[in-house]
């Protein structure tokens, strides 16, 4: 990670958050993200993954710290597509609402077109593009609500690609989906960013997931854990700072799992 | 029966329209709530000797910004500020109404619609306003599909959702206003839904199935207008009845595909 310095597209000092009178959810992250990084986030449930995606997409504002986006202060920062979003949202994606896949993936050009602005030819191209690229073109006239949790996923990356953004933040986006499309979703994220050089930033609490698919990791429970390289996280020591004592690495035919309480987790 | 008919036509366009936004998005207790406050805005009108077609849709356009502010709030179901303003605005209208003991006939055309009271001012009005919500959808019509279909996303990309949100009340607002002269308070709710619910049963696009709502909501209010008319029937329950039947029809098609 010794890019220069131009290559940093976020960017948080002493960022810390909490809600009115609670305790702090995030309290003082300072990290970086480069062009063209695989970030993979871990951390337990409530360790304030979410929260920080939030603050990142400027849903949230934090209560100390400051923030730059692509060298702007968020303050500043306008051009919100170039940051696309695929939110924790398979399975709660509400099966009735009549959208088809184009209309889904076309939503995502509008941060880049602007309001009240009608779509263009070149709109139009970079949504089939998208579509194309997430392997859905098929599905274009196909409601939402009819596809498969995999199959949704990809639509929910198309949209975030029709924007063209520089950077996709992703959400624990495979919950409620099944193995076999799991790792084809891995795989096209690869591809992403390998042949795009697209940065990812991957949102989980799948400890095997990240050590294996990620180039960078950052372990969060309300602080900091650990920001490096991924098999730092077979350290044990980590792992017990960042889930509780309970936690403990067991061997497995596909490597390592974590186990809780001694109970599998399977991906 | 003329006036009836323009008014009709164009309410029956304006009523889905919005009435789609409002499915989508779990609200469609909205119609009727904003119902009952243009009831409470109508026995203000006829209190106070003044059309009631404006003091009604003056009182629910100032009661929108009361309901999207309180929604904004945390602390407060948004179902639960839908049912104080529901059951406020009727209390209102109750207290009113027993104040003025003189318009007791006059204000039952406006619970169940009446055909013969449209007047040529409520039908300029009705025209002038039902174009400027169609076009106001029209031209935001992008934006309220992304912010109906994924509210978090389309903020985090810089949307103005709580404008768009309140936009969609607004407009609800004036359209439920407007078509309580011909439908009625108590009905006006079922032909923004279920016009909607019909076409939602072909599971076509967003678009298709808007277009769809908006040819069956015309459907309705025709055939409901001419059947009020020759039949001596309350308008808004032909309309209603005529809606609910092309449900049931939708169903059936849909079943069998």
Redesign the interface.
Known sequence: MESRQDDIIIKLDNVSFSYDEGSPVLEDLSFSIHRGEYLGIIGPNGGGKTTLVKII???LRPTSGTIQLFGQDRHDF?D??R?G?V?Q?VTQT?K?????V???V??GR??RLG??KR?SKNDNEAVESAMERAGIAKYR?T?VG?LSGGERQRVFIARALA?GPEVVILDEPTVGVDIGAQKKFYEFLASLNREQNLTIIFISHDVDMISQETKTVLCLNRELVCHGLPHELANEKLLRELYGEHVRRAPHDKGPVLTEKGEHHHA | MIHAFEAGIAIGIVAPLIGMFLVVRRYSLMADTLAHVSFAGVALGLLLQINPIFSAIGLSVFASFGIESLNNRRRIFGESVLALFLSGSLAVAVVIISLAKGFNANLFSYLFGSISTVSVVDLWVTLGLAISVFFAVVLLYKELFFASFDPELAEASGLPVKFLNLAVVVLAAIAVALSIRIVGVLLIGALMVIPVISAMQFGKSFKTTLLLSVMFSLFSVITGLFASYYLNLASGGAIVLVALSVFLLSLLVSKRN
Not at chain 1, 96 to 100: E, G, L, Y
């Open positions: 997409l400027g849903l306008r919100k597509y940051i979003y939110p949202r509400d009735n609402f009549p959208a088809t184009y209309e889904v076309r939503s509008i941060p309001l009240l779509f006239d409601l009819n924007s």
